[in-house]
């Protein structure tokens, strides 16, 4: 079992920048490859970005390439989101997305608003 706690969200203006972290407990985190997921209101939640174990490949949805970037810290059991050049439509909830094999957990998610 893996718990996973997001937080770094809140409200920022358009141009700005946030850094969300997700700090997972419970069991080993190197395995898991994790995820950003966001969700606007009304909208269907949609894959941001993903970062690989073992490798670290990345890979990012397009409305975010070249904007944002996820890291993780192994040794912190840490994966990080660096949100910048925020928009209006990045507004939405965002969730932490753990996964390995049949082991998938999510985070209760953490706000970003983007407004001026």
């Known amino acids: 079992q893996v718990q996973l706690v997001e937080s770094g969200g809140g409200l920022v203006q358009p141009g700005g920048s946030l850094r969300l972290s997700c700090s997972a407990s419970g069991s080993t985190f190197s395995p898991y490859a994790m995820r950003w997921y966001r969700q606007a209101p009304g909208k269907e939640r949609e894959l941001v970005a993903a970062i690989f174990s073992g490798s670290g490949t990345t890979n990012y949805a397009d409305s975010v390439k070249g904007r944002f970037t996820i890291s993780r810290d192994n040794a912190k059991n840490t994966v990080y989101l660096q949100m910048n050049s925020l928009k209006p439509e990045d507004t939405a909830v965002y969730y932490c997305?753990?996964?390995?094999?049949?082991?998938?957990?999510w985070g209760q998610g953490t706000q970003v608003t983007v407004s001026s």
């Open positions: 997305n753990a996964m390995w094999f049949a082991n998938n957990y």
